[in-house]
């Protein structure tokens, strides 16, 4: 189907198999959704890890039986881009934004339903990005790959009347678990190369065609750097993190790993949301200086991390999104979550996700300047995106919650 395109932004879905290193059978069936300038010169890309729609439910496997018969496909009912719709956020510097949604996660030879805590989705979001920024809208990819030269549908053009990115400049994002899974998307391919082997999740991935296997890419290792996703920013939202033996070891060594690296990063959490304060292993962020949290990883003290967190009072779990979600909103129950007994927290499409896009709006325009790499942390904390940020409400109607010393953000000092 051609892309769907409105005034000067168009639509599209691109329905690939990504194994995750070359040299090992272990494959997920992923779709990308897209949003994306029609005069095909974006200046960067937004990419986004959705979370509570992570996984499949269990009956992902009988659907899968019963699509191949009725043409169906359960994973063609996944859409993160109506829940997660900042698209108005991308305008003004002419930017894209995707979302990558996998058919299940996968552990050694084991698929399951992903709580936070597993690299591979932030390995998926960065091969997804790549994709995107190497091949453009188009799943046919394979037509132009060397391997498929000499075959009758080889065709060196296709790659080229697809593209649609002018850069490489990647700012990765998610909301939940995907707020985690951008943690190991940020690091880069190098070093998810590197705690890939650490922790058991090799990445060099090669991409597959679902129609067509076995046509594949060139493993990401061999590519032009320059059609590898680079990083240059990092927003989180409610990130939620877990630790299961084996098959999700967590984001911990993301983190540090991102505390030394030179990027603006935003960690943006709820006042009121128990997922990401109470459940999450480690919690986002915390009151007390002495816990260990997602944020103390990121931004250790006296350290020279670039990390900044921002507190939304009467913020919820689910005041980000931009469509309600049953499956989300049971975080935000009062029977699930005690933190703000009385007190009426941000419902989806209100004042909470109108201030996401507006944050998201200035991440991007930071992002935009010198080259897209900050010119040092400095330059970042007294930027026109974190000197709006804080104040006791920087849109005019959401208000954040100050920090012990009086500031409505925090950062490492």
């Known amino acids: 189907m051609d892309p769907i395109c409105i005034n000067n932004y168009c639509f599209d879905r691109i329905h690939l198999w990504i194994q995750y290193d070359w040299q090992i059978p272990q494959f997920i069936e992923v779709v990308i959704e897209v949003f994306y300038p029609k005069n095909r010169k974006a200046n960067g890309l937004v990419m986004f890890n959705h979370g509570f729609l992570v996984g499949n439910d269990l009956f992902f496997y009988p659907k899968k039986v019963i699509g191949a018969f009725t043409g169906d496909n359960p994973l063609f009912a996944i859409n993160p881009s109506a829940y997660y719709n900042y698209s108005a956020a991308i305008v003004e510097q002419n930017w894209a934004m995707a979302f990558v949604s996998a058919a299940h996660s996968q552990t050694v030879g084991i698929p399951g339903i992903d709580i936070g805590g597993n690299p591979r989705v932030g390995q998926e979001a960065y091969a997804a990005a790549s994709y995107l920024i190497k091949y453009g809208a188009t799943d046919f990819f394979y037509r132009e790959e060397e391997t498929s030269r000499n075959r009758s549908f080889f065709d060196s053009t296709v790659a080229t009347s697809a593209k649609f990115m002018v850069s490489n400049k990647v700012i990765f994002a998610g909301h939940s678990v995907g707020g985690a899974h951008a943690q190991a998307a940020a690091c880069g391919f190098e070093k998810l190369q590197e705690l ?66 030179a990027m603006p990063m935003l960690m943006i959490v709820g006042e009121c949301d128990c997922a990401c304060l109470d459940d999450s292993n480690p919690p986002a962020c915390s009151d007390d200086p002495k816990k260990v ?27 980000y999104l931009t469509l309600k979600n049953d499956l989300c909103s049971m975080a935000d129950k009062p029977s699930e979550c005690k933190r703000c007994p009385g007190v009426e927290s941000y419902k989806p499409e209100g004042d909470e996700t109108a201030l996401t896009t507006e944050l998201l709006k200035r991440l991007i325009a930071h992002c935009s300047l010198h080259g897209g790499h900050a010119e040092n942390r400095d330059s970042w904390l007294r930027s026109e995106c974190i000197t709006w940020l804080n104040k006791e409400s920087p849109d005019g109607v959401v208000k954040l919650v100050p920090f012990s010393d009086g500031q409505f953000v925090a950062y490492a000092r």
């Open 196 to 261: 890939g082997k650490k922790n058991y999740r090799v990445f060099d991935p090669v991409m597959f065609d679902r129609e067509f296997i076995p046509a594949y890419s060139e493993r990401l290792s061999k590519w032009d750097p320059a059609d590898r996703a680079d990083p240059v920013g990092l927003l989180q939202l409610s990130p939620v993190d877990q630790k299961i033996p084996i098959l999700s070891p967590g984001m911990k060594l993301y983190r540090e790993a991102l505390s030394t690296a």
């Open 293 to 319: 949290t997602q944020y103390t990883q990121l931004a250790p003290a006296k350290s020279d991390s670039w990390s900044v967190l921002a507190k939304v009072a009467k913020g919820s779990h689910c005041g």
